[in-house]
C-alpha cells in the first residue's frame, strides 16, 4: 500500500489553506478548513469545506467531525502574548471512535503525507474527542505555551546523568490528546561527536549551554549529525538557524527559584518558514525519535521563526513546566 496521498482539486484545497495562513485578511481570526478522503480512499483527500469569513468559528468546524471518518483540519486562531497578537496554527487529526481498527491503520500510514500538504502548526491535536477541541480547552494550550509543551523525559539514555533533577523534580503537565494509537515513524540514528555533545552539555563540568544537530546533507535517512555547539544565549542560537532548515537544539539553561539555582534543558525544534512541504512531512514522522534522543529535559518547543525564539519565551515555558 502506498503511503502518499494524491489531492482531488488541488487547486481548491492549497488556495484554502493558504488565505487560513494568509495575513492580508483580519489578523484575529477563526479561520479553518477540513480535509478528508475521498470515498474513504486512504490516498486520495480532499477539501470538505473551509470558513476564512471574519465570522468563522472554530466550534463550525468541529461541528462538522464525524465518528466514523477520519478527518483533518488546520485551524487559525490568535492569543495575545507579552500584549501582542500572536496568530497560531492548530493542526487536527480526528480518528472518529467507530472507525474499525483495521481502517485506523491504513490510513495512519497515510498520515504522514496528509501531514506534509497541510504544513506545519504550533499545536498538534490527534483525538476521538470532542472533548479535546474546546475552544476555551485550545485557547489555554496556547496562552500558557505559546506553542510549547512541558514534557519531562526522566528515563534517560546513553547514560546521561540527570543534570538539574535532584534540586526539584518537575512533573509532567502535558494533556495527553492522543486517544488512538497510529503507526509511529521509524528510528532516528545520530553520529558519535553529537552524542558526545549532548552528553558533556548534560554535564556540570562543561560551559557548552546548546547544542544544535541536524540530518546529514539534509537527508532524513542519514544520521543526526552535530552542527554546532556553543557557551551562549538563545542569541547565540539564533546564528545557526536558517528558515529553511530543520534544526534540533538542546538548550542548557539556569533557573533560579527562592534563591535556589536549579539547572533546566530545553529541547528546540526547528522547522523554518521555507522548508518544503515535502520535507515537513518526513521529520514530522521521526519528531519523536528524534527527541529521544536528547533526554532528559524538562520543555520542549516547536518554533518556526526567529520572533519565537528569546529568553522570555524560554523562561516562560520554563515557569508553565511548574
Given at each position: 500500500?502506498?503511503?502518499?496521498?494524491?489531492?482531488?482539486?488541488?487547486?481548491?484545497?492549497?488556495?484554502?489553506?493558504?488565505?487560513?495562513?494568509?495575513?492580508?485578511?483580519?489578523?484575529?481570526?477563526?479561520?479553518?478548513?477540513?480535509?478528508?478522503?475521498?470515498?474513504?480512499?486512504?490516498?486520495?483527500?480532499?477539501?470538505?469545506?473551509?470558513?476564512?469569513?471574519?465570522?468563522?468559528?472554530?466550534?463550525?468546524?468541529?461541528?462538522?467531525?464525524?465518528?466514523?471518518?477520519?478527518?483533518?483540519?488546520?485551524?487559525?486562531?490568535?492569543?495575545?502574548?507579552?500584549?501582542?497578537?500572536?496568530?497560531?496554527?492548530?493542526?487536527?487529526?480526528?480518528?472518529?471512535?467507530?472507525?474499525?481498527?483495521?481502517?485506523?491503520?491504513?490510513?495512519?500510514?497515510?498520515?504522514?503525507?496528509?501531514?506534509?500538504?497541510?504544513?506545519?502548526?504550533?499545536?498538534?491535536?490527534?483525538?476521538?474527542?470532542?472533548?479535546?477541541?474546546?475552544?476555551?480547552?485550545?485557547?489555554?494550550?496556547?496562552?500558557?505555551?505559546?506553542?510549547?509543551?512541558?514534557?519531562?523525559?526522566?528515563n534517560a539514555k546513553h547514560g546521561l546523568p540527570e543534570r538539574g533533577f535532584t534540586q526539584h523534580q518537575v512533573k509532567d503537565t502535558k494533556k495527553t490528546v492522543q486517544a488512538i494509537a497510529v503507526?509511529?515513524?521509524?528510528?532516528?540514528?545520530?553520529?558519535?561527536?553529537?552524542?558526545?555533545?549532548?552528553?558533556?552539555?548534560?554535564?556540570?563540568?562543561?560551559?557548552?549551554?546548546?547544542?544544535?544537530?541536524?540530518?546529514?546533507?539534509?537527508?532524513?535517512?542519514?544520521?543526526?549529525?552535530?552542527?554546532?555547539?556553543?557557551?551562549?544565549?538563545?542569541?547565540?542560537?539564533?546564528?545557526?538557524?536558517?528558515?529553511?532548515?530543520?534544526?534540533?537544539?538542546?538548550?542548557?539553561?539556569?533557573?533560579?527559584?527562592?534563591?535556589?539555582?536549579?539547572?533546566?534543558?530545553?529541547?528546540?525544534?526547528?522547522?523554518?518558514?521555507?522548508?518544503?512541504?515535502?520535507?515537513?512531512?518526513?521529520?514530522?514522522?521521526?519528531?519523536?525519535?528524534?527527541?529521544?534522543?536528547?533526554?532528559?529535559?524538562?520543555?520542549?518547543?516547536?518554533m518556526s521563526s526567529m520572533a519565537e525564539l528569546s529568553e522570555h519565551s524560554i523562561e516562560r515555558a520554563m515557569s508553565n513546566s511548574g
Amino acid at each position: 500500500m502506498s503511503t502518499a496521498v494524491d489531492i482531488k482539486d488541488k487547486e481548491a484545497f492549497q488556495a484554502a489553506l493558504s488565505s487560513i495562513r494568509s495575513d492580508q485578511a483580519e489578523l484575529a481570526r477563526q479561520s479553518w478548513a477540513l480535509i478528508g478522503h475521498v470515498d474513504k480512499n486512504p490516498n486520495v483527500i480532499s477539501l470538505v469545506d473551509t470558513d476564512n469569513s471574519s465570522q468563522a468559528q472554530i466550534s463550525d468546524f468541529v461541528s462538522k467531525l464525524s465518528d466514523d471518518l477520519v478527518l483533518y483540519g488546520l485551524l487559525r486562531h490568535s492569543v495575545t502574548v507579552d500584549m501582542t497578537v500572536a496568530v497560531k496554527f492548530i493542526y487536527v487529526h480526528w480518528i472518529g471512535s467507530n472507525v474499525p481498527g483495521s481502517k485506523k491503520g491504513r490510513f495512519g500510514v497515510v498520515h504522514g503525507s496528509v501531514r506534509a500538504q497541510i504544513g506545519d502548526a504550533h499545536l498538534t491535536i490527534e483525538t476521538s474527542s470532542l472533548d479535546d477541541l474546546n475552544l476555551e480547552l485550545i485557547t489555554k494550550q496556547l496562552e500558557e505555551s505559546s506553542g510549547v509543551y512541558n514534557k519531562v523525559l526522566e528515563n534517560a539514555k546513553h547514560g546521561l546523568p540527570e543534570r538539574g533533577f535532584t534540586q526539584h523534580q518537575v512533573k509532567d503537565t502535558k494533556k495527553t490528546v492522543q486517544a488512538i494509537a497510529v503507526p509511529s515513524g521509524p528510528g532516528v540514528n545520530a553520529n558519535e561527536d553529537l552524542m558526545t555533545s549532548v552528553k558533556n552539555l548534560h554535564s556540570d563540568d562543561d560551559p557548552t549551554t546548546w547544542v544544535a544537530a541536524g540530518f546529514d546533507n539534509g537527508d532524513v535517512k542519514k544520521p543526526l549529525v552535530l552542527l554546532s555547539e556553543g557557551t551562549g544565549d538563545s542569541d547565540e542560537i539564533k546564528n545557526v538557524l536558517e528558515d529553511d532548515k530543520v534544526i534540533y537544539i538542546l538548550y542548557r539553561k539556569t533557573d533560579v527559584v527562592h534563591e535556589v539555582s536549579t539547572v533546566k534543558f530545553i529541547f528546540i525544534a526547528w522547522v523554518g518558514e521555507n522548508v518544503k512541504p515535502t520535507m515537513k512531512g518526513k521529520v514530522s514522522t521521526k519528531k519523536s525519535a528524534v527527541e529521544k534522543l536528547f533526554v532528559p529535559h524538562h520543555v520542549s518547543m516547536f518554533m518556526s521563526s526567529m520572533a519565537e525564539l528569546s529568553e522570555h519565551s524560554i523562561e516562560r515555558a520554563m515557569s508553565n513546566s511548574g
